[in-house]
């Protein structure tokens, strides 16, 4: 039923992609005079004269094991947020088609829609920020492109309820996307274990969050090895540097200080989920699956946020954000800061 060459834009289709020096050659030869490279060095103080691979194969091994799929499953971007703004141009023709998002959610899908030119569908989530079955089944009988799941959902915390994601990768006619950017710190299998049921289903994933990786900007696609084809006919040449491989090729070895650094965070995210309901200015703590608590203050979250402020503490302000009024997204932090944090908000007297 599910038809991806009836998905994607004709023009990418029909296009012809770039073929890079590297794409034609691959591997190391005695001379190397195809790329217009610098063959005589570089500046600076490290070596970068040669363009990286454009398909990050070592990565890729290194990753498909950890991750459970084949490397052909693995597409690697300038953080996930390239890969979004991919999925959307690989499907929307702009001025004509549009996607489908879940309010409160993740801004980047809209920004790439905007950018793209491209419509946006919004069917809000929940008071408690899942998708209703009424909502499913608009989901169902929308003609939208793609619909992006944020699952653990940012700003608000939580997993998406299974039995919903599943009806929506068995019923909509267009990309499921879900993104898993605070997956590393969620209590259920990652999506990418049922990506051989599903030939819609995108998983997004990234080196930002749980592996500390933010400044590198890596982030990564799974999907069926048609979909990830499409995404590197389109993407550009050389969009992961040579410095962000051989770093992610590191931190994939340092496995044990990954998993350390993950589980400093979530005992911080258990401290702090513990403490903050007691605190009095504290309404409501939402439960979180991510490395964030979204949480509810009274009388004014904004008068909050600018105290935190004065204090040198600095969180989101969500207020405007469908669904959050009154909320603040705190981030986990050090075992300090978030002592600090709490100590800020305990202090606090409104004035
Ligand atoms: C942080 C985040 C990302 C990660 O974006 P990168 O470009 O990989 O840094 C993606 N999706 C969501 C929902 C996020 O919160």
């Known amino acids: 039923m ?12 029909a296009m012809k992609p770039y073929s890079s020096a590297r794409d034609e050659f691959q591997g190391e030869a005695r001379v190397m005079l195809d790329a ?27 990753l498909a094991p950890l991750k459970g799929v084949a490397a052909e499953q693995i597409f690697l971007g300038n953080g996930s947020d390239e890969a979004i703004d991919l999925l959307v141009r690989l499907t929307c023709v702009p001025g004509h088609d549009h996607i489908l998002i879940l309010p409160p959610t993740y801004g980047m899908y809209e920004v790439a829609a ?8 919004r069917i809000a989530l929940t008071a ?20 992006f799941l944020c699952s653990p959902n940012n700003p608000t915390g939580n997993l998406l309820h299974a039995d919903a994601v599943e009806q929506i990768l068995r019923g909509f006619r267009g990309l ?7 997956a ?10 049922r990506l051989a049921e599903f030939p819609n289903l995108v998983v997004l994933q990234t080196f930002s969050k749980a592996w500390g990786l ?44 990954f998993e350390e650094l993950r589980h400093t965070l979530l005992r911080g995210r258990a401290w702090l989920a513990e403490r903050l309901p007691a605190v009095p200015i504290v309404e409501h703590v939402f439960p979180s699956d991510a490395n964030f608590l979204l949480t509810r203050f009274k009388p004014d979250a904004t008068a909050v946020y600018n105290y935190l402020l004065g204090k040198g503490i600095v969180v989101r302000n969500r207020t405007t954000q469908p669904g959050c009024a009154g909320t603040l997204r705190l981030t986990v932090g050090t075992p300090e800061e978030n002592e600090q944090l709490l100590e800020a908000l305990q202090e606090y007297r409104p004035s």
């Not at 599910?2 to 289709?13: A, C, G």
């Not at 905007?114 to 569908?121: S, T, Y």
């Not at 009424?134 to 793609?146: C, F, P, T």
């Open 114 to 121: 905007n950018l793209n030119d491209v419509g946006i569908e």
């Open 176 to 182: 499921v996307i879900v993104d898993e950017a605070y």
């Open 2 to 13: 599910f038809k991806l060459e009836s998905l994607v834009r004709p023009n990418i289709r």
């Open 214 to 257: 933010a400044g590198l900007r890596l982030g990564m696609a799974f999907a069926s090895p048609e979909i990830i084809g499409y995404l590197n006919k389109i993407k550009p040449p050389y969009n992961v540097s040579e410095v962000t491989q051989r770093h992610a090729l590191q931190a994939l070895q340092a496995a044990a200080h």
């Open 36 to 62: 217009n490279e610098n063959s005589l060095g570089s500046a600076g103080p490290s070596q970068f004269n040669r363009y990286p691979d454009p398909l990050q194969r070592e990565v890729k091994q290194a």
């Open 184 to 193: 590393d710190f969620a209590d259920a299998p990652s999506w990418t274990t």
């Open 128 to 147: 408690d920020f899942q998708i209703s079955q009424d909502s499913v089944n608009q989901i169902l009988a929308s003609e939208a492109k793609l619909v």
